[in-house]
Nanobody
Framework: VQLQASGGGLMQPGGSLRLACAAS????????IGWFRQAPGKLREGVAS????????YYADVVNGRFTIYRDNAKNTLYLQMKSLKSEDTAVYYC??????????????WGQGTLVTVSS
């Protein structure tokens, strides 16, 4: 199992960015899969996740309405579309594979992370 995150970069406040997480060794449609982030000096937090049943998604309150998580099953890739970026969105973003398809909070494989910096 491998997860390769990409798409991070420097963006001005209010801008948009799309992160991608290319998965191999498993099918993204069969498992819960999510995005997490860790800002400097802070604990890692969950951002958004999507589950195998009907593609239901969960968003942290701080990103709800601004971020969208979705899968491209043909490419076996997870995406995070981020809009209306704020400086507090600055963090290293990680994708992770859930142990199961449902929402359990259990993740067993992690990508290497991609840095998102929001600054003017």
């Amino acid at each position: 199992v491998q997860l390769q995150a990409s798409g991070g970069g420097l963006m001005q406040p209010g801008g948009s960015l799309r992160l991608a997480c290319a998965a191999s060794g498993f099918t993204v449609n069969d498992y819960a899969i999510g995005w997490f982030r860790q800002a400097p000096g802070k604990l890692r937090e969950g951002v958004a996740s999507i589950y195998s049943d009907y593609g239901r998604a969960y968003y942290a309150d701080v990103v709800n309405g601004r971020f969208t998580i979705y899968r491209d099953n043909a490419k076996n890739t997870l995406y995070l579309q981020m809009k209306s970026l704020k400086s507090e969105d600055t963090a290293v973003y990680y994708c992770a594979k859930g142990r199961f398809g449902a929402r359990t909070g259990l993740y067993d494989y992690w990508g290497q992370g991609t840095l998102v910096t929001v600054s003017s």
